[in-house]
């Protein structure tokens, strides 16, 4: 083939293609870093670097007052899909003797006719981040708030654990004739719910969703309420409060005799 | 000379096989998605469904495809042996166990999380590991292309490389670039995270790298099929190649600018500043010309056979074409497909445009439009062309394969049309279920049910597709000759240097990459807090 040397800018191949390649690559720079974000006055630059800065995707300190902090407290737990997975025997047993107090209302072995929460079989993570939310106050209530004021978070990590550990008993309310509402098996994709089994567990299981599976219907009415009036708030990122808000007080009441009725 | 033929057929019958079942797949998922489906089934198959479909359609199938027919190129074309044979088995053979590998969590619902991975789900390691098998395997082939170019190259100092070989290598210096961004994705972010060594993963980075993979893989796939415009049609149709140089140009101009424009996939994150989103539109644009040189070249070439068998006239020559050979059919509805999916393309790269379509189904119809339709066609004329001589066996269903090809464009067409269209509408993609009878969703229903009774047109025609091939396998023997590609109208005796190798345009390819690649990637690596929680995928109750 030819001898020419291709590496050099007398090859006019060479110099055509590097001069060209660099000259879009120049131009599309300029015009995209420079031209293009200065012509938007509403961006508010300062001057070139400050628009090549913003172009180029550079964090910038927001230019007006911080952001506006809620006057409430918000869940402060960090959810991961394997958190308190692990099963530790101390950990259970310290649970279960912290757990005797809990008894009262949650039945001696997590469950009880008291329309409060069923927690045998309950998932570490749930029952842990409740008593979180509980103790910062996040999420208030009259009974529970003091009960976990003083847990540490190892006495919370256990008690989880000791729940966790328990056999889920099923409620003397199952009643496997109740049909499946529409919205536990396909949401409401328009109103942007989406089905309540695709994290409470029917269909997949999210992290931080409760099992919901023989809860009272009293309970999970009152606290599908609760997220709609939004005086519950320690869902993340409003998960709950935005799904709720949605629901009409027929779907919710569907809902809380499905849930009720399941194993 | 193909000498390795079994080599070759192994490629083609995993990749068809394959396609085969992801062919089903799809017709599946446009039916339970369409209003023709009750909802009563899980969605979750949906996702796996559509997992299998994208991972096999997208990495597997055409893969094997290049790599089978960059083979075939490579003793046809150089008239020698290929070297490498064994290594050329090797990659076969980490194909096809990453292909199981990947698709044993995918069918166990481990791993429904799409082909593109979508980070910050997660699935089983084991997919991921799977695909990496498949690329590792795919780098074997396009090791083995440079090798053997370079080896001819030294026995033959004065002939210019012959341009079906000088495409394939192309296609695969191409492809062993653009792969390292999915590769760096799923080795540095995602594998650590699915073996379980992390719990948090920076999603959007991972989307930045796979962005580098996932446009130029498109041309990857497109390479097949323009080699077979460029160095099968001509020949087929009995005519010539009008430009030998326009072709090396516009497979340059594919290494050098299919590179640095995936970032217009991204026009809706935040992660990526708007500067170098336009630069990477700009570059976008520009690869619309090697599209535009090679159909301007393609008709040129239509055009001289048609004269040279006695066309007439500024249109009339059209009529005098041969259509009732396959390839010319296949060529002439790959075009049109070409055409159609191209003008799509130009919406989809424009930002403003792009803010209308985004995330909905016109991008599906946009993909499956280009992909399927104008690339797999060609797909299968390659596969008619060339099956007489693997098999050593006539292939003369041409009835069956006229037929086959109209239903694959018809049913493309019914497919992709009303989808690009509900995705004007609004309708979102990668959903398993869409109310239609909300009043909202209503008007989109006739619409969905079209898309669906295309799949089912593509299915049948897969059907005959594989029926033909497997008559041929069956066929009488019969000497088919040595394989030969199309000749140009004046052969090169001598050319520049630069259309004959491809040093200045990696470097090129490479730098551009730098460019529009190296600051947003470097700043999400210097970024502070950019992880976010995994969901794990198929994780149990």
Redesign the interface.
Known sequence: MSEQKLFSFRNSWFSVSVGATVAIAVLSALAGLIWLPLAQPELKLAGIWDAICSAAGVPRAPLSAPAQQPDFKTSNVVMTADMLARKDAVSIGRGATLAQRCAICHGPQGVSDANSPNLAGQFAEVTYKELHDFKTGARVNVVMSPFAANMSDQDMKDVAAYYAYLPRVPSNKVDEKVPAPPIVVIGAPMRNIPPCGSCHGDIDYKAGSPWLGGQSAVYIKTQLQAFASGTRRNDISQQMRNIARQMTAEEIDQVARYYEAQP | MLTNKRLVLAHFWLAFASFGVALVLGAWQMFVRSPLNA?HF???FYYRSVTAHGSVMGYVFPTLVAMGFGYAITEAALEKPLIGRRWAWTGFFLVTVGAVLAMVPVSLGLASVLYTFYPPMVGNPFYYVGVVLVVVGSWIWVALMSINMAAWKRDN????VPLAMFANVAGSYLWGWTAVGAALEIIFQILPVAL?FK??IDAGLARVFFSWTLHAIVYFWLIPTYIAYYTIFPRAIGGRLYSDAMGRIAFILFV?VAMPIGVHHLFADP?????????HS??TG?VALPTLLTVFTICASAEIASRLRGGKGAFGWIKALPWQNPIMLATALSLVMLGFGGAGGLINMSYQLDASVHNTQWITGHFHLIFGGAIVIMYFAIAYDLWPHLTGRALESFGMMRTQLWLWFIGMIVTTFPWHYVGILGMPRR?A???YL?P??APQAFSVVMSAIGGFILLISGILFLTVLLRGQFAVRSEAGAYRFAIPVHMPA????????F???LA?MV??TL??YG??IA?LLA?PQTNV????VG???
């Open positions: 909802w899980n969605p979750e100092p004065d002939k210019p379980g719990s948090t050098v992660q990526v500043g708007a500067g170098f989103k336009y630069m700009v570059f520009l959903m279920f869409y109310d909300n909202a969703v001598r050319i520049p240097v630069a259309l004959n190798s040093g200045l345009w090129l730098g551009l460019v529009n600051f947003p700043q970024l929680p995994v969901v794990y994780a149990g109750r």
